[in-house]
């Protein structure tokens, strides 16, 4: 079993998990009060296409095989990835995890 980041930016692209996902944790990253990310850990046995919808006005759909995306072997590395991501310098950042 192997884990993936799955994220989605508002106004932008939303990714959306499909078959062969199991949705482990959520978080969201605020940036100086405001939500910029949508961040989900998500386990799969074997990869799958991640479902990449364009929210900037055309609504493209893109389908992205899970061999693109980093691959994480335990969900701690996966969580220590996010937590290195939400670490920038002294910045107003959070990482805010989201009950399941």
């Known amino acids: 079993m192997s884990h993936r980041i799955l994220a989605s930016k ?3 692209f939303r990714t959306e998990p499909g078959l062969g996902l199991q949705l482990l944790e959520s978080y969201d990253y605020p940036f100086y009060g405001r939500k ?3 961040c989900v850990i998500a386990s799969m046995e074997h990869d799958v296409k991640i479902r990449i919808v364009d929210e900037s006005g ?3 759909v893109n389908l992205v ?5 980093p ?6 590395a996966a969580r220590a990835e996010l937590r290195r ?3 920038f310098s002294s910045t107003d950042i959070a990482l805010v995890k989201l009950q399941s």
């Open 58 to 60: 055309s609504q493209t």
């Open 36 to 38: 910029r990310a949508h």
């Open 10 to 12: 508002p106004g932008q």
């Open 71 to 76: 691959k994480f072997d335990t969900l701690e």
């Open 65 to 69: 095989p899970s061999k693109f995306l």
């Open 85 to 87: 991501l939400a670490t």
